[in-house]
């Protein structure tokens, strides 16, 4: 069974930092392309990064690019985001996202 759980938002001043973990069980997160995507209040879902299956070939929304790392560990099978210089508009809740699978997601909040 695919499970997938997001992990280590908050609250964060403007400009603060955040690293966001995803633990993925039933399938080796490795062998797959593996995003995060974000829900802000009122809004629709929002692609935020993908790192492509087997290598470390990553993506980013323009709204991130620079501030924003997604990676993954294939011995904790986990997937990342390392997110910097935060902005009151990357307030949302992230999800891990595999192949139609998404999580339960995590808050992100930002704020002064």
């Known amino acids: 069974e695919v499970q997938l759980v997001e992990s280590g938002g908050g609250l964060v001043r403007p400009g603060g930092s955040l690293t966001l973990s995803c633990a993925a069980s039933?399938?080796?997160?490795?062998?797959?392309?593996m995003s995060w995507v974000r829900q802000a209040p009122g809004k629709g879902l929002e692609w935020v990064s993908t790192i492509k299956a087997f290598g470390n070939t990553t993506t980013y929304a323009d709204s991130v690019k620079g501030r924003f790392t997604i990676s993954r560990d294939k011995v904790k099978n986990n997937l990342y985001l390392q997110m910097e210089r935060l902005q009151p508009d990357d307030a949302a809740v992230y999800y891990c996202t595999k192949a139609g699978d998404r999580g339960r997601g995590t808050r992100v909040a930002v704020s002064s």
């Open positions: 039933g399938f080796p997160v490795r062998n797959f392309a």
